[in-house]
């Protein structure tokens, strides 16, 4: 779906635990730089290429995949990616983030066996589940790869027109949002949700920090934002400005 010139937001659907559940990376292409922001659930390589097709993205030209954080729903393909292609793609992410992305740390959420057993989410669902979580955790550095160049809060990039990096920490420790200065979109990541067609916080229950990503949204409120793309969720047009200040209290 395109959201502005050189901005396409793509979808991605995943039979997760029984539920089909939609994600939405962004494709940005512009001054002669085409890059992925997440990559998906793992497996989900050859719809990620299939929809970037679709959008009109020439999957072959990607230079550079910037990650909003290292849950597993948003590095599941990064590995794949990297290790397919046949030239150099850069991965960029938040300092804070590098050394889960890279393996040298466990993921932050990564559940215990004796958590799968016990915790009352993981109940909900049957024990093959359980089984099939603690397996990908279990082989999370097969998703891994090193991270190129590492990104500072308030850091302007000059690609597509150029971008600022927010650092938005709470939901993992260097989770960050994009600012797109020509359209003013604003790519949110898991910092905002959205649900039944309202923009919310991440729910708290998947934070690491609830009270650091509330604090976190109140940065996000000091930007002119036309539309917002959360990962869980898709587009929000709907004067977001005004709810994100809402949200965060300002």
Known sequence: MKIANGVEMLELSANIMGQVKHVYPVLLNGNGEVVLID??????????????????ANWDSITKIIMTHHDIDHIGNLGAMVKASDHKIEVLAHEQEKAYIQGDLPPTKAPSAERLNTDEHFKLISPEQREAVFKVFANFKMFTVPVDRTLADGQVLPLCGGMTIIHTPGHTPGHLCLYLHQSKVLIAGDALFIEDGALVPAPALLNLDTDLAHNSLRKLANYDIAAVVCYHG???PDNPGQRIAKLAGV
């Open 234 to 236: 898709g587009l929000y």
């Open 39 to 56: 990559t998906g659930h793992p497996g989900q390589l050859a719809l990620l290429q299939e929809v970037a097709g679709a959008a009109g």
